[in-house]
């Protein structure tokens, strides 16, 4: 199963509530800088994740926005500097209570002139 590519960055006012967006957002995505994550998920994922960013943001004062880039999209993109680009995994981690720093994403660097790219790029 492949998911599509999200890049979701969030900021708040509120520490506790930006806090929070990170502490959840970890559990679905990658940090690539402070408030902006990378990730591949499919819908029902997509969903659950949408529902807790929902429940966890003040709409009046805080801003979250999710960019879903199609393939051609994603072929635009310029990643300079680490962590490199995420790949899609061809398996999703299930993750217990109290395990949440024992998943390692696997992150590769691809150069977009590259004619062997993976087909999901």
């Given at each position: 199963?492949?998911?599509?590519?999200?890049?979701?960055c969030y900021?708040?006012?509120?520490n506790?509530?930006?806090?929070?967006?990170?502490?959840?957002?970890?559990?679905?995505?990658?940090?690539?800088?402070k408030s902006?994550?990378?990730?591949f998920?499919?819908?029902p994922?997509?969903?659950?994740?949408?529902?807790?960013?929902?429940?966890?943001?003040d709409?009046?004062?805080?801003?979250?926005?999710v960019y879903?880039l199609?393939?051609?999209?994603?072929?635009?993109m310029?990643?300079?500097?680490?962590?490199g680009?995420?790949k899609d995994?061809?398996?999703?981690f299930?993750?217990?209570?109290?395990?949440?720093?024992?998943?390692n994403?696997?992150?590769?660097?691809?150069?977009?002139?590259d004619?062997?790219?993976?087909?999901?790029?």
């Amino acid at each position: 199963m492949k998911g599509m590519f999200y890049i979701i960055c969030y900021d708040s006012p509120s520490n506790k509530r930006r806090t929070k967006l990170h502490k959840m957002l970890k559990n679905y995505a990658v940090s690539v800088q402070k408030s902006v994550f990378e990730t591949f998920l499919d819908g029902p994922g997509f969903d659950k994740m949408m529902q807790k960013i929902y429940a966890l943001m003040d709409s009046s004062v805080d801003s979250v926005r999710v960019y879903g880039l199609s393939r051609s999209a994603q072929h635009q993109m310029h990643v300079l500097g680490f962590p490199g680009r995420l790949k899609d995994p061809d398996f999703y981690f299930i993750r217990l209570p109290g395990q949440s720093d024992q998943v390692n994403r696997q992150i590769i660097d691809t150069d977009p002139d590259d004619e062997e790219l993976p087909d999901w790029l």
